[in-house]
């Protein structure tokens, strides 16, 4: 049963990075911002996504 609920929360973490990725190059940041951004959140998977969502760059409306 715990292999089951790691491997779920693998995903969600994967599927919540991927999105924060692609919502940084639809932002209108500069290139430098959307590099640092998509570092910090493959090299902090977790926390680069929460720090993403209260700091990062905001998507072009």
């Known amino acids: 049963m715990n292999i089951e609920i790691q491997g779920i929360t693998g995903l969600i973490g994967l599927v919540v990075s991927v999105w924060a990725i692609i919502q940084t190059f639809q932002s209108g940041a500069t290139t430098g911002a959307k590099v640092f951004w998509t570092v910090l959140i493959l090299i ?12 990062g760059p905001r998507p072009l409306r």
Do not use: D, Q, R, T
């Not at 902090?44 to 700091?55: K, Q, S, T």
């Open 44 to 55: 902090l998977p977790v926390f680069g996504f929460i720090i993403w969502l209260f700091a």
